[in-house]
């Protein structure tokens, strides 16, 4: 068992600490590496993205509405609002001809900081369509209308692609969801709580699938392709997740999620895991993740230079002065 903290300094002290918790499993699901947190509940957030839109793949809604890989892509993220993201939305949404009023995931200003500006500037206000999950709406409403469901209520716990959803996270996860773990997430979605290794297991079992013949190997293999090929898309130009897949070129899958959560699976050595930061904040996770990678060498020395910034994150003041710095320690 191992400990694993992320440091904030100030100077030359150490202002903020944040503890970390983590399950790794290898293709066998032997626990290769654990702070001993395994059967803590965690809602992964939006980190399990790819496995809610599998419903929408199975719909066959992208052919039907003949969607691109864009916008299979984008059904898995959570993105920034940059204009790459918003050209995409807009043309899926419009090939389903549906309004941004039947989104129900609410509305919030670009995450991404320019891009909010930019709105800000132009005069116009933000829509259903800037909110971070609205990929993973259009994903359930498309699956809807193809399989000739009600979108109305398409959040409701109850509504029938709902089920469909809850019985891909627990076929991915080989937990069965009970009512202590049922929770609504930001964007009012249901959301679910499992234990930190079988979120582990979700990632050898998304290997196990993109890889093999599995029951869910036609719509992962497709989901993920799709992800790898258009990571900017699955968060924007300068978040994480995005950059880790994009610097290892696809080897390893990466899904951040609310409150400090972070899914990642290599394709190559076959190993899957999750990270928690315990108090929720998420500028402590890349410190940690690259300290993981780092440890089980899931990262070249050349991928290891591309992610410096990210192991070793300078903290600057509104002045643009270094202050201090974010680092992992593992113990």
């Not at 005069?123 to 409403?141: S, T």
């Not at 696809?250 to 990642?264: M, N």
Request: with cysteine.
């Amino acid at each position: 068992m191992s400990k694993l903290t992320t440091f904030v300094t100030r100077g030359n002290i150490i202002e903020s600490i944040h503890g970390v918790k983590c399950v790794v499993q290898n293709f066998n699901y032997k626990i290769i590496f654990t702070t001993g947190h395994e059967l803590d509940l965690v809602y992964p957030r939006s980190a399990i993205k790819i496995f809610q839109a599998i419903p929408f793949i199975q719909s066959e809604a992208h052919k039907k509405y003949k969607l691109s890989k864009k916008e299979i892509a984008i059904s898995c993220s959570s993105h920034c609002g940059e204009k790459q993201h918003m050209i995409v939305l807009h043309n899926w949404i419009k090939k389903i001809k549906i309004n941004n009023n039947s989104l129900k995931c609410g509305i919030h200003n670009p995450l991404n900081l320019d891009s909010s500006n930019k709105l800000l500037s132009s005069g116009k206000k933000p829509n259903q369509l800037h909110n971070n999950c609205a990929g993973k709406h259009l994903g359930m409403i498309s699956g809807c209308l193809s399989n000739e469901m009600d979108i109305k209520n398409y959040l409701g716990f109850n509504h029938p692609y709902q089920k469909l959803i809850r019985n891909s996270l627990e076929n991915i996860t080989k937990y069965k969801i009970t009512k202590k773990q049922v929770g609504i997430d930001g964007c009012s979605a249901p959301q679910y709580a499992f234990p930190l290794q079988n979120l582990s297991t979700s990632m050898v079992n998304l290997i196990k699938n993109y890889i093999g013949n599995e029951g869910l190997s036609t719509s992962i293999k497709l989901l993920l392709d799709s992800i790898l090929k258009y990571p900017q898309l699955i968060g924007g130009s300068k978040k994480f997740d995005s950059e880790l897949m994009r610097i290892t070129k696809g080897k390893i899958f990466s899904k951040g999620g609310a409150e400090g959560v972070l899914l990642f699976a290599h394709k190559e050595k076959k190993i899957g895991g999750v990270i928690k930061i315990i108090d929720g904040n998420e500028r402590a996770l890349p410190s940690a993740t690259t300290e993981i990678f780092k440890k089980l060498s899931l990262v070249t020395k050349n991928e290891q230079q591309k992610l410096s910034d990210w192991n070793n994150q300078k903290i600057y003041n509104h002045a643009k002065i270094k202050v201090g710095r974010i680092y992992a320690q593992l113990k």
